[in-house]
């Protein structure tokens, strides 16, 4: 006997051949939508079970959907088989009565209201869930990052030039801004810069010997103690956000080991984390081809390439990979599409299966090698005859030829033919009169 398998919000249904409810299975009030959830996946209780196995008879035939009949398949003495679309439509539609029928709900009206509240706590697990994927994390830190570390260094650009008003020599040997925001909370004032010290925060004595010289011999302007103390400050700033960028690289680095170990080993962390927060997360790198993959975050080259006709990119953040940026000119599309392809197995491996694979950068390494080995030399450039035409053409005015070039009246022929002239106009017409009269012209 063929028997239905509802699946509904309120609970399990089960339908004779006439599709009458001839038994019930309601789900607790209190996880209700946590039960819809696990059941329509295939997740079948011990309670469930047990009340199938009730009744349903030896050879019976059961109907549902594929995803519910998956977590079926210990029911050896019954036969299985998928709903078709028209009935799954139909008990959609007649869900309220099917409802009422079995006993669940008393009206359409309480299974209505009582659906609505278990929809409202259906959206709150799946936000829920949705946020408490691990790969967010890694997204939200290497933004962060890229944040702090634009901000760090727009606040020491500003450090290194107001501190250039009273030491302009010590910004011109010193580049690092960190170094620099050391320097000025120690010394303050460039009075206090001695070789001694320097050595000691591990400067040479050479190059100690030349700060404290330009120091004494500073073209500088005297500061007030109020401006060095304002410049202090800003110092302090500067080294609180660089110390706050490098634990937030530390933690890129610890989420993106455990959320997508092969693509770290691929990319590296940072990298890695900057592709996945491109893509929208990790399932959706998994599923991009390699050649998108290779081309993100170069979408406005690429759509200008396409209106334009220009060479598309290469390259987008993948630019930022040490063999990429590193390798000749010649060689940085074929290493960009070789990273891209690893990179795209080791986000699917990542996503999918979880567990790191060694083999993915030894034969990146391998393909790798062979590029250098194989294209050592430039290319002689070959371009398309039309392509570069295309790309060569200049907007100037045109030239004048040289007398010698320039065609006489008699070779130019009809193109300076005699033009027939209008009729002259009647001059002996009155065609204006005095100011204000109007003027007649019959």
């Given at each position: 006997?063929?028997?239905?398998?509802?699946?509904?919000?309120?609970?399990?249904?089960?339908?004779?051949?006439?599709?009458?409810?001839?038994?019930?299975?309601?789900?607790?009030?209190?996880?209700?939508?946590?039960?819809?959830?696990?059941?329509?996946?295939?997740?079948?209780?011990?309670?469930?079970?047990?009340?199938?196995?009730?009744?349903?008879?030896?050879?019976?035939?059961?109907?549902?959907?594929?995803?519910?009949?998956?977590?079926?398949?210990?029911?050896?003495?019954?036969?299985?088989?998928?709903?078709?679309?028209?009935?799954?439509?139909?008990?959609?539609?007649?869900?309220?009565?099917?409802?009422v029928q079995s006993g669940i709900v008393v009206s359409p009206e309480e299974a209505e209201e009582a659906i609505r509240d278990v929809s409202v706590e259906l959206s709150s697990l799946r936000i829920k869930e949705m946020s408490s994927n691990p790969d967010l994390q890694a997204m939200e830190s290497?933004?962060?990052?890229?944040?702090?570390?634009?901000?760090?260094?727009?606040?020491?650009?500003?450090?290194?030039?107001?501190?250039?008003?009273?030491?302009?020599?010590?910004?011109?040997?010193?580049?690092?801004?960190?170094?620099?925001?050391?320097?000025?909370?120690?010394?303050?004032?460039?009075?206090?810069?001695?070789?001694?010290?320097?050595?000691?925060?591990?400067?040479?004595?050479?190059?100690?010997?030349?700060?404290?010289?330009?120091?004494?011999?500073?073209?500088?302007?005297?500061?007030?103690?109020?401006?060095?103390?304002?410049?202090?400050?800003?110092?302090?700033?500067?080294?609180?956000?660089?110390?706050?960028?490098?634990?937030?690289?530390?933690?890129?680095?610890?989420?993106?080991?455990?959320?997508?170990?092969?693509?770290?080993?691929?990319?590296?962390?940072?990298?890695?984390?900057?592709?996945?927060?491109?893509?929208?997360?990790?399932?959706?790198?998994?599923?991009?081809?390699?050649?998108?993959?290779?081309?993100?975050?170069?979408?406005?080259?690429?759509?200008?390439?396409?209106?334009?006709?220009?060479?598309?990119?290469?390259?987008?953040?993948?630019?930022?990979?040490?063999?990429?940026?590193?390798?000749?000119?010649?060689?940085?599309?074929?290493?960009?599409?070789?990273?891209a392809g690893k990179l795209a197995i080791a986000a699917r491996i990542d996503s999918f299966r979880g567990s790191k694979d060694e083999s993915i950068m030894n034969s990146l390494q391998l393909r790798l090698d062979e590029i250098r080995e194989k294209y050592k030399e430039a290319p002689r450039e070959?371009?398309?005859?039309?392509?570069?035409?295309?790309?060569?053409?200049?907007?100037?005015?045109?030239?004048?030829?040289?007398?010698?070039?320039?065609?006489?009246?008699?070779?130019?022929?009809?193109?300076?033919?005699?033009?027939?002239?209008?009729?002259?106009?009647?001059?002996?017409?009155?065609?204006?009169?005095?100011?204000?009269?109007?003027?007649?012209?019959?």
């Amino acid at each position: 006997m063929k028997k239905f398998l509802i699946v509904s919000e309120l609970g399990l249904l089960l339908l004779d051949d006439r599709k009458l409810p001839t038994a019930r299975f309601s789900f607790p009030k209190e996880a209700r939508a946590k039960t819809f959830l696990d059941a329509s996946s295939g997740v079948i209780s011990p309670e469930e079970r047990a009340w199938l196995n009730e009744n349903l008879k030896p050879g019976d035939v059961l109907v549902s959907e594929p995803s519910v009949l998956q977590g079926l398949k210990e029911l050896a003495s019954v036969e299985t088989q998928a709903i078709s679309e028209p009935d799954q439509r139909e008990f959609r539609k007649n869900q309220l009565s099917l409802l009422v029928q079995s006993g669940i709900v008393v009206s359409p009206e309480e299974a209505e209201e009582a659906i609505r509240d278990v929809s409202v706590e259906l959206s709150s697990l799946r936000i829920k869930e949705m946020s408490s994927n691990p790969d967010l994390q890694a997204m939200e830190s290497v933004q962060a990052l890229d944040e702090v570390d634009k901000t760090a260094n727009i606040l020491s650009s500003r450090l290194r030039e107001w501190y250039g008003l009273h030491f302009p020599e010590l910004t011109s040997m010193v580049d690092d801004n960190i170094s620099l925001a050391k320097l000025i909370l120690n010394f303050k004032s460039r009075e206090n810069y001695e070789a001694g010290l320097l050595e000691q925060m591990g400067y040479s004595k050479a190059k100690s010997s030349a700060i404290e010289t330009a120091a004494k011999n500073s073209r500088g302007a005297n500061l007030r103690e109020e401006d060095l103390a304002r410049i202090t400050q800003l110092a302090e700033e500067a080294q609180r956000l660089f110390s706050l960028r490098d634990k937030l690289a530390s933690h890129v680095e610890k989420t993106m080991r455990e959320v997508a170990p092969n693509l770290t080993e691929v990319a590296g962390a940072t990298i890695g984390a900057r592709l996945i927060a491109k893509a929208g997360g990790l399932r959706r790198l998994s599923i991009m081809p390699a050649s998108t993959i290779q081309i993100l975050g170069a979408e406005k080259a690429l759509y200008r390439a396409l209106k334009s006709g220009a060479r598309p990119p290469k390259h987008g953040i993948l630019f930022q990979h040490a063999a990429v940026h590193s390798a000749p000119k010649w060689q940085r599309g074929k290493v960009a599409r070789s990273v891209a392809g690893k990179l795209a197995i080791a986000a699917r491996i990542d996503s999918f299966r979880g567990s790191k694979d060694e083999s993915i950068m030894n034969s990146l390494q391998l393909r790798l090698d062979e590029i250098r080995e194989k294209y050592k030399e430039a290319p002689r450039e070959s371009r398309p005859r039309e392509f570069a035409a295309k790309r060569d053409r200049r907007f100037e005015p045109r030239q004048r030829p040289p007398p010698e070039q320039r065609r006489s009246r008699e070779d130019r022929g009809h193109r300076d033919r005699e033009r027939p002239r209008p009729p002259p106009a009647n001059r002996s017409q009155k065609r204006f009169g005095k100011p204000g009269q109007r003027h007649d012209r019959s």
